[in-house]
């Protein structure tokens, strides 16, 4: 079995139109919520083996918070260039290369391909498409193989889909 965690970076900063997109740091909001999910993952014993992240520093930032509620060692986050921008396709193709050793992965990336690899995931049987996944949104699968480069379209079973509005994020 495999669980990849798929999770859209939380709300980034526009406070500085001078910052390259890959510099855009996160808002407080941003910081808030990243906050808020990784503890509420750390809350429910969700066992993270390593974090993949686009290096964009939105991205970097909320790893770095997962990592540290959810006790991730700092070696096991690893940039990964082909998440930024990324397609559904390079992720996809990411996710196949993960060491077969690691049993739950979070990937860290951007919408919209993000969103998209969730629906090319999805099974649909539990849960219907998604519009957009919101900032520091997370969806859960489960994959009935043991070797990341058999993960297939349509054969991810849903755990869990949460956001912070869902779980009444602090304003």
């Known amino acids: ?14 406070a500085d139109s001078s910052l390259a997109d ?6 407080k909001r941003g910081q808030r919520d990243a906050l808020f999910m990784s503890k509420r993952l750390a809350d429910q ?3 993270i083996d390593a974090i993949w992240t686009s290096p964009a520093q939105r991205t970097v930032e909320t790893a770095l918070r997962f990592a540290w509620a959810m006790q991730v060692p700092r070696q096991e986050i690893r940039l990964r260039k082909h998440l930024y921008p990324g397609t559904t396709g390079d992720l996809l193709l990411e996710i196949r290369s993960c060491p077969d050793k690691i049993k739950n992965l979070l990937v860290i990336g951007h919408n919209p391909a993000i969103t998209d690899l969730v629906n090319l995931l999805s099974n649909h049987e539990s849960a219907t498409e998604i519009e957009s996944l919101p900032t520091c949104g997370i969806v859960a699968f489960e994959f009935s193989c043991s070797l990341w480069q058999k993960i297939k379209r349509r054969e991810g079973r849903i755990l869990f889909f949460d ?6 994020a602090p304003v």
């Not at 079995?1 to 526009?14: G, I």
């Open 45 to 47: 014993k969700i066992k």
């Open 22 to 27: 890959l510099e855009r740091p996160l808002n």
């Open 1 to 14: 079995m495999k669980t990849l965690y798929l999770l859209r970076h939380a709300k980034s900063s526009w």
């Open 163 to 168: 956001y912070p509005k869902k779980g009444k």
